[in-house]
C-alpha cells in the first residue's frame, strides 16, 4: 500500500471518530489513539527530515511541558503511595504532545486533512448541540 492511501484512510478513521465524539467518549478514545498512532508513524517514516523540517517552537514547549507535568506526577504518586491506576491523564496529555510533533514533521500538512479535521470538529459540535437540545427538550 502508498503511504498516501494509509495517511487518507487514518485520516478517515480519525475525522469519522472525531464526529460520534460528542455522542459517546469511546469514540473520542479512538480518535486519540488513532491520531497517536498517526503521529508515531509519521514520525518513524520522517524521523531521518527532522532537522530539515522547520518544527514551531510551541509545540517543543508543549511536550516539554507534559513531559515535566508527566514526571512531578509520578514522584509525587510515588511519594505518597497514591495508586498508580489515576495517573493515565498525563500519559495521554504527553503522548499527544509527541503525536502533535510527529505530525508536524510531516510538513506541509495535506490541506484536505486539515479540512476533514474542521468539518468533522464542526459537525461534532453541530451534533453535540442538537443532542443536548433533544434530550433537554423530551424531560
Given at each position: ?72 506526577k ?30 508536524l ?6 490541506r ?28
Open positions: 500500500m502508498q503511504p498516501s492511501i494509509i495517511f487518507s484512510s487514518a485520516t478517515f478513521l480519525i475525522t469519522s471518530s472525531l464526529v460520534l465524539a460528542s455522542l459517546s467518549s469511546k469514540a473520542l478514545g479512538v480518535a486519540w489513539v488513532l491520531l497517536v498512532i498517526l503521529g508515531f508513524a509519521v514520525w518513524i517514516k520522517n524521523c531521518r527530515r527532522i532537522n530539515e523540517v522547520a518544527i514551531p517552537r510551541w509545540v517543543l514547549v508543549w511536550v516539554f511541558c507534559t513531559l515535566i507535568a508527566m514526571t512531578i509520578l514522584i509525587l504518586t510515588a511519594y505518597w503511595s497514591d495508586p498508580w491506576g489515576e495517573r493515565h491523564g498525563e500519559l495521554r496529555m504527553f503522548l499527544g504532545a509527541l503525536a502533535a510533533y510527529g505530525l514533521c510531516l510538513q506541509p500538512l495535506p484536505k486533512a486539515l479540512l476533514q479535521f474542521a468539518y468533522a470538529l464542526s459537525l461534532s459540535s453541530l451534533i453535540g448541540l442538537f443532542w443536548g437540545y433533544a434530550r433537554k427538550s423530551h424531560r
